[in-house]
């Protein structure tokens, strides 16, 4: 079943922006953390520092020891940021980074935070994660994104994590990643949903 016309138009119109970008894959309209853009006043143009940028792997700059699981050991929820914190800021002072089997096995532990936490501080710590993994390392990110965007939308239902916004943003940094189509077809279920918060929310 594909999606109805109206819906095509609609997501189209929203998401027009990100789908140019993605098949162009020029300037972003949108800007997010960490993304250096520098205006040439004399060429009246803009420079992609992402395209000029040298790859690195900041993985290597963690405290020695440091792994994502140990998040869920721990019990209180601060100290759970300040370690997924320790991640993120690496990630922001990097423009692009160098793919490595190192970012794919921070996967499966923010599939199961992404999933399941509840403290609103550590869910946001990982999404902001999961969207500069994206956002940084673009193609090479295509599949854990693949795997992350069905269960980061899957968590629409819960109103006390998407109303206040901690997803939608990293939903739309996931599509550095990802083709906008792959997107569209995961939010057909969401559009069709009988509750009208999920609908709204998805488009």
């Known amino acids: 079943k594909t999606l109805e016309e109206p819906q095509k138009k609609e997501l189209s119109k929203r998401f027009d922006a990100l789908s140019d970008e993605e098949k ?12 250096k853009v520098v205006d040439d006043d004399k060429a009246g143009m803009a420079v992609d520092k992402y395209a000029l940028a040298e790859a690195v ?3 290597k700059k963690l405290p020695k020891g440091w792994t994502f699981e140990k998040v869920f050991g721990m019990e209180k929820w ?3 940021q300040v370690h997924l914190q320790e991640l993120y800021t690496l990630l922001d002072s990097a423009t692009k980074l160098a793919p490595s089997e190192g970012y794919a096995a921070l996967v499966p532990g923010l599939t ?5 936490e ?3 501080p550590v869910l946001t710590e990982g999404a902001k994660v999961m969207g500069l993994l994206a956002l ?13 965007l069905p269960i980061t939308l899957a968590r ?5 994590v998407w109303k206040p916004n901690i997803l939608i ?6 599509l550095w990643s990802l083709p906008f189509e792959f997107l569209l077809q995961e939010l057909q279920t969401y559009l069709e949903s009988k509750s009208l918060f999920v609908k709204k929310e998805a488009m």
């Open 57 to 59: 792997d900041v993985l």
């Open 24 to 35: 162009a894959r020029s300037q972003p309209p949108r800007r997010y953390r960490g993304e």
């Open 169 to 174: 943003e990293r939903v739309e940094q996931l």
């Open 78 to 80: 601060k100290d759970k």
């Open 136 to 148: 940084k390392l673009r193609k090479d990110f295509e599949r854990p994104a693949r795997q992350l």
């Open 112 to 116: 199961r935070l992404i999933k399941t």
């Open 118 to 120: 509840s403290n609103l």
């Open 156 to 160: 629409m239902n819960d109103k006390s």
